[in-house]
């Protein structure tokens, strides 16, 4: 996203303009208008990466147009990061500079952030990593109170934790999520928020049991679980799916399973292709769950053939996208079996193309199926 696309001043305007050529692509869906989910105009990543420019003695942030990634663009300010990323940028690059054993073949940076103030910074090396390294960056890591972490290839050197501490409120109550450094979280911690309270709102009527694909974290699972008697929840991820058991444990929520395995695979298993180990641990059969209910938050790629042919088959379905592209085409096929019932546009990266989706599907009565 280039940086002069940030106008906090038009973001209504810029917003509308986006939302207005998305919802264009709906149009022979016959899709519900659409709820939308504004996001701070500026202040709201809580993820920021930045390249690690060398100029003499000289070290600065800097990021590479889309077009150009040859020349370096000096980031001096970055007005889309969380406020703590904001003011933590200055100090730590100061804490770089001063110090050769820490600048000496710094390639990049990254922050990880959270609603709840844990801040953890990653720095990758084009070398190997020392004891002489780890002395100074704990005492950076001391002198900032942030979490640091040292990357080089094939090796990574934790000063304290690998990972931060968030804490949601959905619906007033709040859930507190154990985060990794190499899981995948959300960058925007506010429209987060609105994307879980707007998926449970959908779902406490529906009852029964629910099937959750790419969990990840527990970030929909856990707040969702209220409304279903049992969830199965997969990931493929084994740092996710370890966060996502801790974070189960962490709310005290008794009713989720979670197993590591990919769409494809829960696909083959309900089908009763095969059977795997990775579910032996689930407290019933398979057959003995009511899985009327769908949640899936796929990668931008979407939904594969196999996983679709899943779907068809619940009540219910809900749908999380990143890639409204994606969605629109899958869409296109579950529309001969569900109906769309609800529509909602979540601005999870002002200033871009790019907009999350939340659809709610019903299985269509066989006399009304195509």
């Not at 800097?62 to 889309?80: A, C, G, L």
């Not at 199965?232 to 996710?240: D, F, G, R």
């Not at 096929?333 to 599907?361: M, R, W």
Request: with cysteine; net charge negative; hydrophobic share 40%.
């Amino acid at each position: 996203m280039p940086l002069s696309n940030v106008q906090p001043d038009h973001y209504d305007a810029i917003l509308s303009t986006k939302i207005a050529s998305v919802l264009e692509k709906f149009r022979a869906l016959n899709a519900p208008r659409p709820e939308v989910f504004s996001s701070p105009a500026q202040g709201f990543r809580l993820r920021a990466e930045f390249r690690l420019w060398h100029e003499g003695d000289d070290l600065n942030y800097v990021m590479f147009r889309s077009d150009d990634r040859k020349t370096p663009v000096v980031i001096n300010d970055f007005p889309i990061a969380c406020n703590a990323i904001q003011t933590l940028m200055p100090a730590l690059l100061d804490g770089l500079k001063a110090s050769h054993v820490l600048r000496h073949k710094i390639f990049q940076t990254e922050f990880l952030c959270t609603l709840s103030g844990d801040m953890l910074v990653t720095l990758i090396y084009h070398r190997t990593l020392g004891d002489d390294w780890h002395n100074e960056a704990a005492l950076l890591a001391t002198e900032l109170n942030v979490q640091l972490i040292g990357r080089s290839r094939k090796q990574k050197r934790v000063i304290s934790r690998d990972w931060v501490d968030e804490c949601l409120t959905i619906d007033g109550r709040e859930y507190h999520y154990r985060q990794p450094e190499q899981a995948f979280t959300q960058p925007n911690g506010h429209v987060n928020q609105h994307m879980i309270s707007w998926a449970l709102k959908y779902a406490r009527p529906l009852g029964g049991d629910l099937l959750e694909l790419y969990c990840g974290i527990g970030n929909f699972t856990l707040p969702l679980a209220q409304a279903f008697n049992n969830v199965i929840a997969t990931e493929l991820s084994k740092v996710a799916t370890a966060a996502a058991e801790l974070n189960r444990q962490t709310n005290k929520i008794s009713n989720v399973e979670f197993a590591r395995l990919s769409a494809e695979d829960m696909s083959s298993a309900l089908a009763g292709d095969r059977a795997f180990r990775r579910l032996a641990h689930l407290k019933h059969a398979l057959a003995d769950y009511s899985l009327n209910t769908l949640l899936v938050d796929p990668p931008r790629a979407g939904l594969d053939e196999k996983t679709l042919s899943l779907a068809a088959q619940f009540d219910n379905i809900i749908y999380i996208s990143c890639n409204p592209s994606t969605l629109i085409t899958n869409l296109d096929t579950l529309k001969h079996t569900h109906s769309i019932e609800n529509l909602a546009f979540f601005d999870q990266f002002p200033y871009t193309h790019h907009l999350e989706c939340g659809v709610i599907l019903r299985r269509r009565n066989e006399s009304t199926a195509d």
